[in-house]
């Protein structure tokens, strides 16, 4: 009896592992998507910014119900300023969110 | 008065009962190898799961990190010519206190040896930056390095895309990441 309730005891420690190996891959994936399209945008000239758009990226289908999407406005209090926002969804049993904000200036952003 | 005496009788198990002993040992035997050949199993699986996203996490950062500090894409250095597979990076050199030095380079070279992503760094006699090869991912099973322009010394961003994939007994885990940087001053 002492074994296998110690076995059982490895077994649900072993399933936690798995929980967290998944749960690492899919944020890291989700980072990598939102990080690439930010790239993207920063190449962007600030006239072409789009000011929304869907994030297309092949690392989503390794996601769990994973999208993307970025939106593009104007922040607030100053002009010739634009804030970045991407964001990445996916479900790991319940609705996770990966966020990355950038500020893109019309010339650059220089003091 | 009559004499009583206390008559103990000595039993062993009948052959039934040893029979259902037997059984029962061996049936426990079965689920605690079942559960120990299960238990491994699954350890290998996650060991080559964590191996799999870490090397690839680690392998791109570095990717990422030296494409952000050089100054350009070279076509060639030392033995290595770029492509798909080769990415050559100069760098500007830094002194021991870790400022550039003007008008000298190093360079770094990513290339696969085998199926294991190596980054060579090759300093000028006045850099400071150590002359290392480093391993950064086993397993690789895929790799593309794609340049935005055709001429190296043109390239302003380069995106990596990477697969890791490795086996664990009769399964196999692998992954398939990518990842994009700009060089210095773009």
Excluded: C
């Amino acid at each position: 009896m002492f074994i296998l309730v110690t076995l059982l005891a490895f077994y649900t420690s072993a399933l936690n592992t798995v929980a967290q190996s998944r749960k690492q891959r899919y944020e890291d994936l989700a980072y990598r998507v939102a990080n690439k399209q930010m790239e993207s945008l920063r190449a962007t000239t600030y006239v072409s910014l789009p000011p929304s758009g869907a994030v297309s990226d092949s690392m989503l289908n390794q996601i769990p119900s994973g999208a993307g999407s970025f939106t593009v406005a104007d922040y607030a209090g100053y002009t010739g300023i634009k804030e970045i926002t991407v964001t990445v969804t996916w479900t790991d049993g319940i609705a996770k969110q990966l966020q990355l904000k950038t500020l893109a200036g019309n010339g650059g952003i220089n003091p | 008065m009559s004499n009583y005496k206390l008559q103990i009788t000595k039993r062993g198990f009948t052959l039934i009962e040893t029979i259902i002993v037997i059984a029962l040992v061996a049936v426990a035997g079965v689920i605690l190898s079942d559960l120990f050949i299960g238990q491994n199993r699954l350890y290998r699986s996650e060991t080559a799961e964590l191996n799999v996203t870490a090397d690839a996490r680690a392998a791109l950062d570095d990717v990422d990190n030296y494409l952000r500090q050089a100054n350009r894409a070279v076509a060639s250095h030392s033995t290595y010519s770029a492509g798909p597979q080769i990415l050559i990076l100069q760098i500007q050199s830094v002194d021991g206190s870790g400022r550039l030095v003007a008008g000298t380079f190093d360079y770094a070279v990513y290339y696969l040896s085998a199926s294991d992503l190596w980054r060579q760094v090759f300093p000028d006699a006045a850099s400071s930056r150590p002359a290392a090869a480093k391993k950064l991912a086993n397993h690789i099973n895929g790799l593309v390095f794609t340049y935005n322009n055709p001429d190296y010394s043109l390239v302003t961003e380069v995106q990596t895309d990477l697969t890791i994939q490795e086996s664990a007994g009769a399964q196999t885990r692998s992954i398939t990441a990518s990842s994009k940087a700009k060089l210095r001053n773009y």
